[in-house]
T-cell receptor, first 114, second 111 residues
Framework: GIQVEQSPPDLILQEGANSTLRCNFS?????LQWFHQNPWGQLINLFY???GTKQNGRLSATTVATERYSLLYISSSQTTDSGVYFC????????????????FGQGTILTVHP | DTGVSQNPRHKITKRGQNVTFRCDPI?????LYWYRQTLGQGPEFLTY????????KSRLLSDRFSAERPKGSFSTLEIQRTEQGDSAMYLC?????????FGPGTRLTVL
């Protein structure tokens, strides 16, 4: 199956710093999503971004599907940004049918200190 | 929009007992997914429903696991004869297209 690798595995920042999280995937995808898992375990959908660039406040994401990677940018980080960030991709079905089951990476653990 | 809800939020059971979890998706979503997450790992896909039809099951879903979505609305996940290795967070997600929205999860502890 498709492999998803995220880097770095851990990231420690001071409040106000910027950061870039990377997601590499091993095969073609037609669905890529970024999630934030807060300390209570809730997964929040940040972006649906199979290609191109999107921005939402201090967060932005870029996916270069032809080169099989995606980047999540966090600017002016806040303590509430702490948690685990997951990249997840659709296990693309070559027959054209995608059920949308997501394959997740191992995550990047982000800690933002005040 | 009330979001995806899951019940119970926590379940502690003894090995060998049966447990059942419930997921209520966002009301207009026809797709529903179950995932399992163990400590330090990303969620792993278990099964998928489109309306009431179960269209895909992971090999992770042994014959002790069964899932239903009888009227295409809420879903249940049952684990029979629980084992300690079943201890995990069980997550439900729903979608109307590709973007998936997750519930808060049910944390299962098998003693």
């Amino acid at each position: 199956g498709i492999q998803v690798e995220q880097s770095p595995p851990d990231l420690i920042l001071q409040e106000g710093a910027n950061s870039t999280l990377r997601c590499n995937f091993s095969d073609s995808v037609n669905n890529l999503q970024w999630f934030h898992q807060n300390p209570w375990g809730q997964l929040i959908n940040l972006f649906y971004i199979p290609s191109g660039t999107k921005q939402n406040g201090r967060l932005s994401a870029t996916t270069v599907a032809t080169e099989r990677y995606s980047l999540l940018y966090i600017s002016s980080s806040q303590t509430t940004d702490s948690g685990v960030y997951f990249c997840a991709v659709d296990n693309f079905n070559a027959g054209g049918t995608s059920y949308g089951k997501l394959t997740f990476g191992q995550g990047t653990i982000l800690t933002v200190h005040p | 929009d009330t979001g995806v809800s899951q019940n119970p939020r926590h379940k502690i059971t003894k090995r060998g007992q049966n447990v059942t979890f419930r997921c209520d998706p966002i009301s207009e979503h026809n797709r529903l997914y179950w995932y399992r997450q163990t400590l330090g790992q990303g969620p792993e896909f278990l099964t998928y429903f489109q309306n009431e039809a179960q269209l895909e099951k992971s090999r992770l879903l042994s014959d002790r696991f069964s899932a239903e979505r009888p009227k295409g609305s809420f879903s249940t996940l049952e684990i029979q004869r629980t084992e300690q290795g079943d201890s995990a967070m069980y997550l439900c997600a729903s979608s109307s297209d590709r973007q998936q929205f997750f519930g808060p999860g049910t944390r299962l502890t098998v003693l």
